[in-house]
């Protein structure tokens, strides 16, 4: 196996890589290195690979073999645990301005076993212009052997004059059925469960990963599936807005609390404070800087629970108008067809447009820290038919 098995439907971003890492072993053993540059950007919708992307090219870089899979270098590039590759992911809001002041720091040091030093944003967009800006620097004047790989969904999420000093690399979403085969040679999923997850995600790899091994997953989209078909009028809208939200708290607290807990007793155990009644003020700070990461964190989990059901719920109306126009493309849900149908010829192709577009603008204004329940209840009452009722 290779490093590069993962990135399915992707062959010609795959050869850019490639091709890269042999001109770096080549800029290694003393050659020029034409085609190998120190900064890159991967760009690509949600779904279509841009971390794994990444890190392949990342153990590439480091493997003498140019990315086989099988050795020490491979391996624990991939797996983030190489002591030269850096994986940046935050599970915040943003990255701030510290946390990129520390990492130009360590960017800036030599490689202390492999052949670069590479750094990996995973999430580039959600870093602010300040942070940006100091991360700037770095990659217009890099040291000899650092790489920075930086992911974000487009290059518009990225500051103008960071994605004009990276070579971008743009990925599509993949065929689904390359995730159903994928889920199935590497997970061992059932085909037609793989199947089933791979179109219900629309090609997501790590979505349809996930419906194809949770049931709960599946039932809570089918739950979100039968907003579409099931509003009547203003009180429905309002009542299924907040469901959905409250879905997505519940979810929230239940991934999170055991994690909230074992941080906060690990870090009373390290400051010495366990089963003190009332830690003294030096440990209050710091537990009180805790309690706002993780509140910040669910914060942001429970707008990518949210996000997600909307874009599982627009799948509904994109099916709609394939059935509308006649298109003569497969159905993301298959299984609701008459539903799907009924909706079909009770609508018109502009009026399944709209509710598209009225999904579209609660997910950018949830982006942009828009009350999510003020966000969805816009948008249900949007979703209503005309008249209020559906005949």
């Known amino acids: 196996m290779s490093v590069w098995e993962d990135l399915v439907g992707q062959d010609q971003p795959v050869a850019v890589l490639q091709r890269a ?19 890159w950007l991967f760009t690509g919708p949600p779904g279509s690979g841009r971390s794994t992307a990444a890190r392949a090219f990342a153990a590439a870089l480091q493997c003498e073999r140019g990315g086989c899979g099988d050795c020490h270098a491979c391996r624990t590039a991939v797996g983030g645990s190489h002591a030269d590759v850096e994986v940046v992911s935050t599970e915040q809001l943003s990255i701030v301005i510290k946390e990129t002041r520390e990492l130009v720091q360590r960017a800036a040091r030599h490689p202390s076993q492999g ?32 790489v920075w790989l930086l992911c974000a969904p487009s290059p518009d999420d990225v500051l103008v004059t960071i994605r004009s000093r990276c070579r971008a690399l743009r990925l599509r979403v993949p065929p689904v059925q390359a995730v159903a085969d994928l889920l199935v040679r590497r997970d061992g999923v059932d085909p037609p469960m793989a199947a089933f997850a791979a179109r219900a995600a629309q090609s997501h790899i790590g979505l349809a990963r996930w419906l194809a091994r949770d049931e709960g997953a599946r039932n809570r989209r089918r739950e979100v599936l039968r907003i579409a078909f ?147 209840e816009a948008m249900a009452l949007a979703l209503l038919p005309a008249g209020g009722s559906r005949a």
């Open 230 to 376: 099931e509003l009547r009028g203003v009180t429905d809208a309002i009542n299924r807005a907040g469901d959905l939200v409250d879905v997505a708290a519940e979810e929230s607290v239940a991934a999170l609390a055991e994690r909230d807990g074992a941080e906060r007793s690990a870090l009373l155990h390290s400051l010495g404070a366990d089963g003190v009644a009332t830690p003294p003020p030096a440990v209050r700070g710091q537990l009180n800087q805790l309690e706002k990461d993780q509140k910040s964190r669910a914060t942001r989990f429970k707008r990518d629970v949210v996000d997600r059901a909307l874009q599982d719920l627009v799948s509904v109306y994109r099916d709609v108008l394939v059935l509308q126009l006649g298109a003569g493309v497969e159905l993301v849900n298959p299984s609701m067809r008459d539903d799907l149908l009924a909706v079909a010829r009770a609508g018109t192709a502009e009026a399944t447009l709209g509710h598209m577009d009225a999904i579209g603008q609660a997910r950018t204004r949830i982006g942009l820290a828009v009350n999510p329940l003020l966000s969805v």
């Open 21 to 39: 890492a042999r001109a770096a072993a080549d800029a290694v053993a003393g050659g020029a290195g034409t085609g190998m540059t120190h900064a």
């Open 115 to 146: 052949r670069w030093r590479v750094v990996l944003v995973e999430d580039a967009d959600r870093m602010g212009d300040r942070a940006a800006n100091v991360l700037l620097k770095s990659i217009e004047e890099p040291p000899a052997r650092t």
